[in-house]
């Protein structure tokens, strides 16, 4: 029997505008793009959601890994997410959910997920967060969102994925983590209501946002990497970019694209910031290039301007919001 929350079909299935067309960030990272596609899904429209950008920080050694706060989807879209009590095999206690109209938010080995052909597909162990959201036991078929699209998978994918060939308990296999996504738990909002409601997230958010400008604290941090990036291997890099400049990159690249959705829907005096914060996601594109030709070749190079340049871009588009 096959359990469908949504009607998709992978081959016909179209991404959100945000994972299509001449993007600066293509992914962001596996929690915000699964939802970003899961709300699509849905039938709703997930920038009304993305306000949380803007308080993106420097954590030290790494850029907030940004994810949607739950409480905002509630908010916005009356949906609930709860964590799932894993008593029951993983493929039971999913099935369960999905009987229920449920979706299930899993993390799972991407070893197993064919949308990653070229990447980690059957190359390595790899944590990674997906929604599932159509599931035939029988057929051993399940239907999935995973970074920027919707896909299906079977045979010893299927099986791999839900554990079905026999104990899986070596350090190779990763411990399962389920999140419940409880559709209609509460009214969402429609029209002029969900453009106010996100309109008061943008506020509470902006309040929340760092104080000291990330950028300028990232500048002096930036010149210490270096020096571990000296001498590091192409690998090595890639988990720093991934932790560091696509998180800030990707994060106000959305911010971006939130605040035109807004204006868009009648919001005003948003255009110079939302600007601001396309111009950073360019140039923190820019600087992970040079970086990893750094990384590749050894060959210095002088990142203070672009680094400066990021740091009067979030001054100003954070200077154009109203906290």
């Not at 009590?85 to 099935?95: H, M, T, Y």
């Not at 190359?123 to 919707?150: P, S």
């Not at 005096?269 to 140039?283: E, I, K, P, V, W």
Request: glycine content about 10%.
């Amino acid at each position: 029997m096959t359990h469908r929350i949504f009607p998709l079909d992978p081959t016909s299935y179209r991404p959100h505008p945000t994972h299509t067309g001449d993007r600066v960030w293509a992914e962001s990272n596996c929690y915000v793009d699964l939802w970003t596609e899961l709300l699509h899904g849905a039938g709703f429209e997930p920038l009304a959601a993305m306000a949380f950008t803007i308080g993106v920080d420097l954590e030290g050694d790494q850029w907030t890994f940004f994810k949607y706060p739950l409480a905002d989807l509630y908010t916005l879209y009356g949906v609930e997410v709860i964590e799932l009590n894993i008593w029951k095999s993983v493929i039971d206690n999913v099935e369960e959910q999905l009987r229920l109209g449920r979706p299930s938010v899993v993390e799972a080995d991407a070893w197993f997920l064919p949308d990653t052909r070229g990447t980690t597909y059957r190359t390595e162990h790899v944590k990674t967060a997906i929604g599932v959201q159509m599931l035939d036991r029988q057929a051993g078929r399940m239907g999935y969102f995973h970074n920027a699209g919707y896909y299906e998978l079977t045979g010893e994918d299927f099986t791999g994925t839900f554990r079905l060939a026999g104990p899986h308990t070596g350090p190779e296999f990763l411990l399962p983590y389920i999140e419940v996504v409880k559709l209609g738990a509460g009214p969402p909002a429609r029209g002029s209501d969900l453009i106010a409601a996100s309109l008061g997230l943008l506020g509470e958010h902006l309040r929340k946002a760092p104080r000291s400008n990330p950028f300028a604290r990232f500048a002096e941090r930036f010149r210490e990497d270096l020096e571990w990036l000296a001498g590091a291997t192409l690998p090595q890099f890639h988990q720093y970019a991934f932790a560091g400049l696509r998180q800030c990159g990707a994060s106000f690249e959305f911010a971006g694209l939130y605040l035109r959705w807004l204006e868009a829907q009648g919001a005003s005096g948003l255009t110079h910031s939302a600007d601001a914060f396309l111009q950073l996601a360019d140039s923190a594109k820019a600087l992970q290039f040079k970086t990893a030709r750094f990384v590749n070749t050894r060959k210095p190079f002088d990142p203070g301007d672009t680094l400066a340049g990021m740091a009067r871009a979030w001054d100003s588009g954070m200077n154009g919001l109203v906290r």
